[in-house]
Nanobody, 115 residues
């Protein structure tokens, strides 16, 4: 079955960096547009970034210029490089993709940015 496993979260000071990874299995990864979302405490889940099968990327305005999404089809993995982190980036980060009308989500990885 389809599985997405995120990793790389943690506690970092403001201005620091983290790189999140999301390993996929049970799917033809190279055919999927992959996305990252995040959910802060008490807030709705929000879209962060997307990379499609042609490696075209898009970013939310709040992370543009600080975050970089990438993918390695040979490793079935999508990454999110996060630089210049701010306390407001604190959230659980999820990777996701849609296939056959279904949305698949990972379990999430916690990112905490201290001021």
């Amino acid at each position: 079955q389809v599985q997405l496993v995120e990793s790389g979260g943690g506690l970092v000071q403001a201005g620091g960096s983290l790189r999140l990874s999301c390993a996929a299995s049970g799917t033809i990864f190279r055919l999927n547009t992959m996305a990252w979302y995040r959910q802060a405490p008490g807030k709705q889940r929000e879209w962060v970034s997307t990379i499609d099968i042609r490696y075209i990327t898009n970013y939310a305005d709040s992370v543009k210029g600080r975050f970089t999404i990438s993918r390695d089809n040979g490793k079935n993995t999508v990454y999110l490089q996060m630089n210049s982190l701010k306390p407001e980036d604190t959230a659980v980060y999820y990777c996701t993709f849609n296939s056959g009308g279904l949305a698949y989500w990972g379990q999430g990885t916690q990112v905490t940015v201290s001021s």
